[in-house]
T-cell receptor, first 113, second 111 residues
Framework: DAGVTQSPTHLIKTRGQQVTLRCSPK?????VSWYQQALGQGPQFIFQ???????QRGNFPDRFSGHQFPNYSSELNVNALLLGDSALYLC????????????FGQGTRLTVV | DAKTTQPPSMDCAEGRAANLPCNHS???????VYWYRQIHSQGPQYIIH???NNETNEMASLIITEDRKSSTLILPHATLRDTAVYYC????????????FGKGITLSVRP
């Protein structure tokens, strides 16, 4: 059983560019959340998708947007990249029903230069 | 903001029990205590969670005080592979509730 998979694993972008990160949830999971983890800090919640809609959002600007597809996979898009967007981006999946734990992917390391 | 406080770091000897404390004095009645850990450069890994009773699984034990204002994660026989950042998180019930991470506690297991 594949767990949560994220792609790419590493990415280098230039300030001002746009980036798209991808996530496939664990089999049987229908809810996807995205987190940003700066160096030395704990992960910070960006937003959550369920039934192809954004259900919750953390304190992140509109430059951060997402999408969920009918197969439950998800994308995180960041526009107009800033140096401060350099971080590890983590995807977590859960089942909507029940009090189940979240499974995390290995993350995408984004470096903005 | 995270509703938990943890010391920044601790260490223990390999083979000994590691007891990781967490304070959550403002926890609400419908909130669970979750523990995750993050080994360097990997995604967080779920360990255990509980509401008010002590819990045990193959990885660890969770002891929650009767007033639910603090808890302790116990790794009964720590190994070098248990070296990681451990996060204590208070989370409302329901899969749609987000995880609010603090800085966690860095556990170093020494040989």
């Amino acid at each position: 059983d594949a767990g949560v998979t994220q792609s790419p694993t590493h990415l280098i972008k230039t300030r001002g560019q746009q980036v798209t990160l991808r996530c496939s949830p664990k089999s049987g999971h229908d809810t996807v959340s995205w987190y940003q983890q700066a160096l030395g800090q704990g992960p910070q919640f960006i937003f959550q998708y369920y039934e192809e809609e954004e259900r919750q959002r953390g304190n992140f600007p509109d430059r951060f947007s997402g999408h969920q597809f009918p197969n439950y996979s998800s994308e995180l898009n960041v526009n107009a990249l800033l140096l401060g967007d350099s971080a590890l981006y983590l995807c977590a999946s859960t089942k909507n029903r029940g009090n189940t734990e979240a499974f995390f992917g290995q993350g995408t390391r984004l470096t903005v230069v | 903001d995270a509703k938990t406080t943890q010391p920044p770091s601790m260490d223990c000897a390999e083979g000994r029990a590691a007891n990781l404390p967490c304070n959550h004095s403002t926890i609400s009645g419908n909130e669970y205590v979750y523990w995750y850990r993050q080994i360097h450069s990997q995604g967080p890994q779920y360990i255990i969670h509980g509401l008010k009773n002590n819990e045990t699984n193959e990885m660890a034990s969770l002891i929650i005080t009767e007033d639910r204002k603090s808890s302790t994660l116990i790794l009964p026989h720590a190994t070098l592979r248990d070296t990681a950042v451990y996060y204590c998180i208070v989370r409302a019930t329901g899969a749609n509730s987000k995880l609010t991470f603090g800085k966690g506690i860095t556990l170093s297991v020494r040989p």
